[in-house]
T-cell receptor, first 116, second 115 residues
């Protein structure tokens, strides 16, 4: 069964500094990887995904993520953080076809706090 | 991407009553919808997979008689929390996936408080 680990409950960064939110995964077959952001009392908003192709994926709001197969990681990054980026971030994985493909498994979430 | 609308956004109900939450796919015909539950400061836990025209598939540990799911059309799935109790208070979120199952789109969520 697939699983996702987000080792940090919270990440603190000053505005203007680069940020990284970590994610590692475990899945049979080729992974479909996603990052979502959640603001208080709201649903999840899609940021980016990796299905195949370039390991560096660019997404919404200046975010990007790097797929590293050998380290089974998919860390979320942004070169310059904004206060408005403060939110809860979820990494998710869907297994390759034939392995519970439709089910999306989420990490525990990482709260990003960007200080002015 | 698909637009998913959930209603209501929040609801307060008395213990013992039932509450219905609607999930609509506004611009996309969804044969499958997913219902998640999120406790405070925790991740999303998949409750069930709602299949249009057939019975929902529930995850282990989720009571199907407690959380009734109906997916009568390609654009609407409903989750009914029956005989609600305070421990059912939570944030419920639905989602749909695109035809290639490569991306999920989420409703804005429903905050249920049982008093």
């Amino acid at each position: 069964a697939q699983s996702v680990a987000q080792p940090e409950d919270q990440v603190n960064v000053a505005e203007g500094n680069p940020l990284t939110v970590k994610c590692t995964y475990s899945v049979s077959g080729n992974p479909y990887l996603f990052w979502y952001v959640q603001y208080p009392n709201r649903g999840l908003q899609f940021l980016l995904k990796y299905i195949t192709g370039d390991n560096l994926v660019k997404g919404s709001y200046g975010f990007e993520a790097e797929f590293n197969k050998s380290q089974t990681s998919f860390h979320l990054k942004k070169p310059s953080a904004l206060v408005s980026d403060s939110a809860l971030y979820f990494c998710a994985v869907r297994g390759g076809r034939g392995t519970g493909f439709q089910k999306l498994v989420f990490g525990t979430g990482t709260r990003l706090l960007v200080s002015p | 991407g698909a637009v998913v609308s959930q209603h209501p956004s929040w609801v307060i109900c008395k213990s013992g009553t039932s509450v219905k939450i609607e999930c609509r796919s506004l611009d996309f015909q969804a044969t499958t919808m997913f219902w998640y539950r999120q406790f405070p400061k925790q991740s999303l836990m998949l409750m069930a997979t709602s299949n249009e025209g057939s019975k929902a598939t529930y995850e282990q540990g989720v009571e199907k008689d407690k959380f009734l799911i109906n997916h009568a059309s390609l654009t609407l799935s409903t989750l009914t929390v029956t005989s609600a109790h305070p421990e059912d208070s939570s944030f419920y979120i639905c989602s749909v996936t695109d035809n290639l199952n490569t991306e999920a789109f989420f409703g804005q969520g429903t905050r249920l408080t049982v008093v």
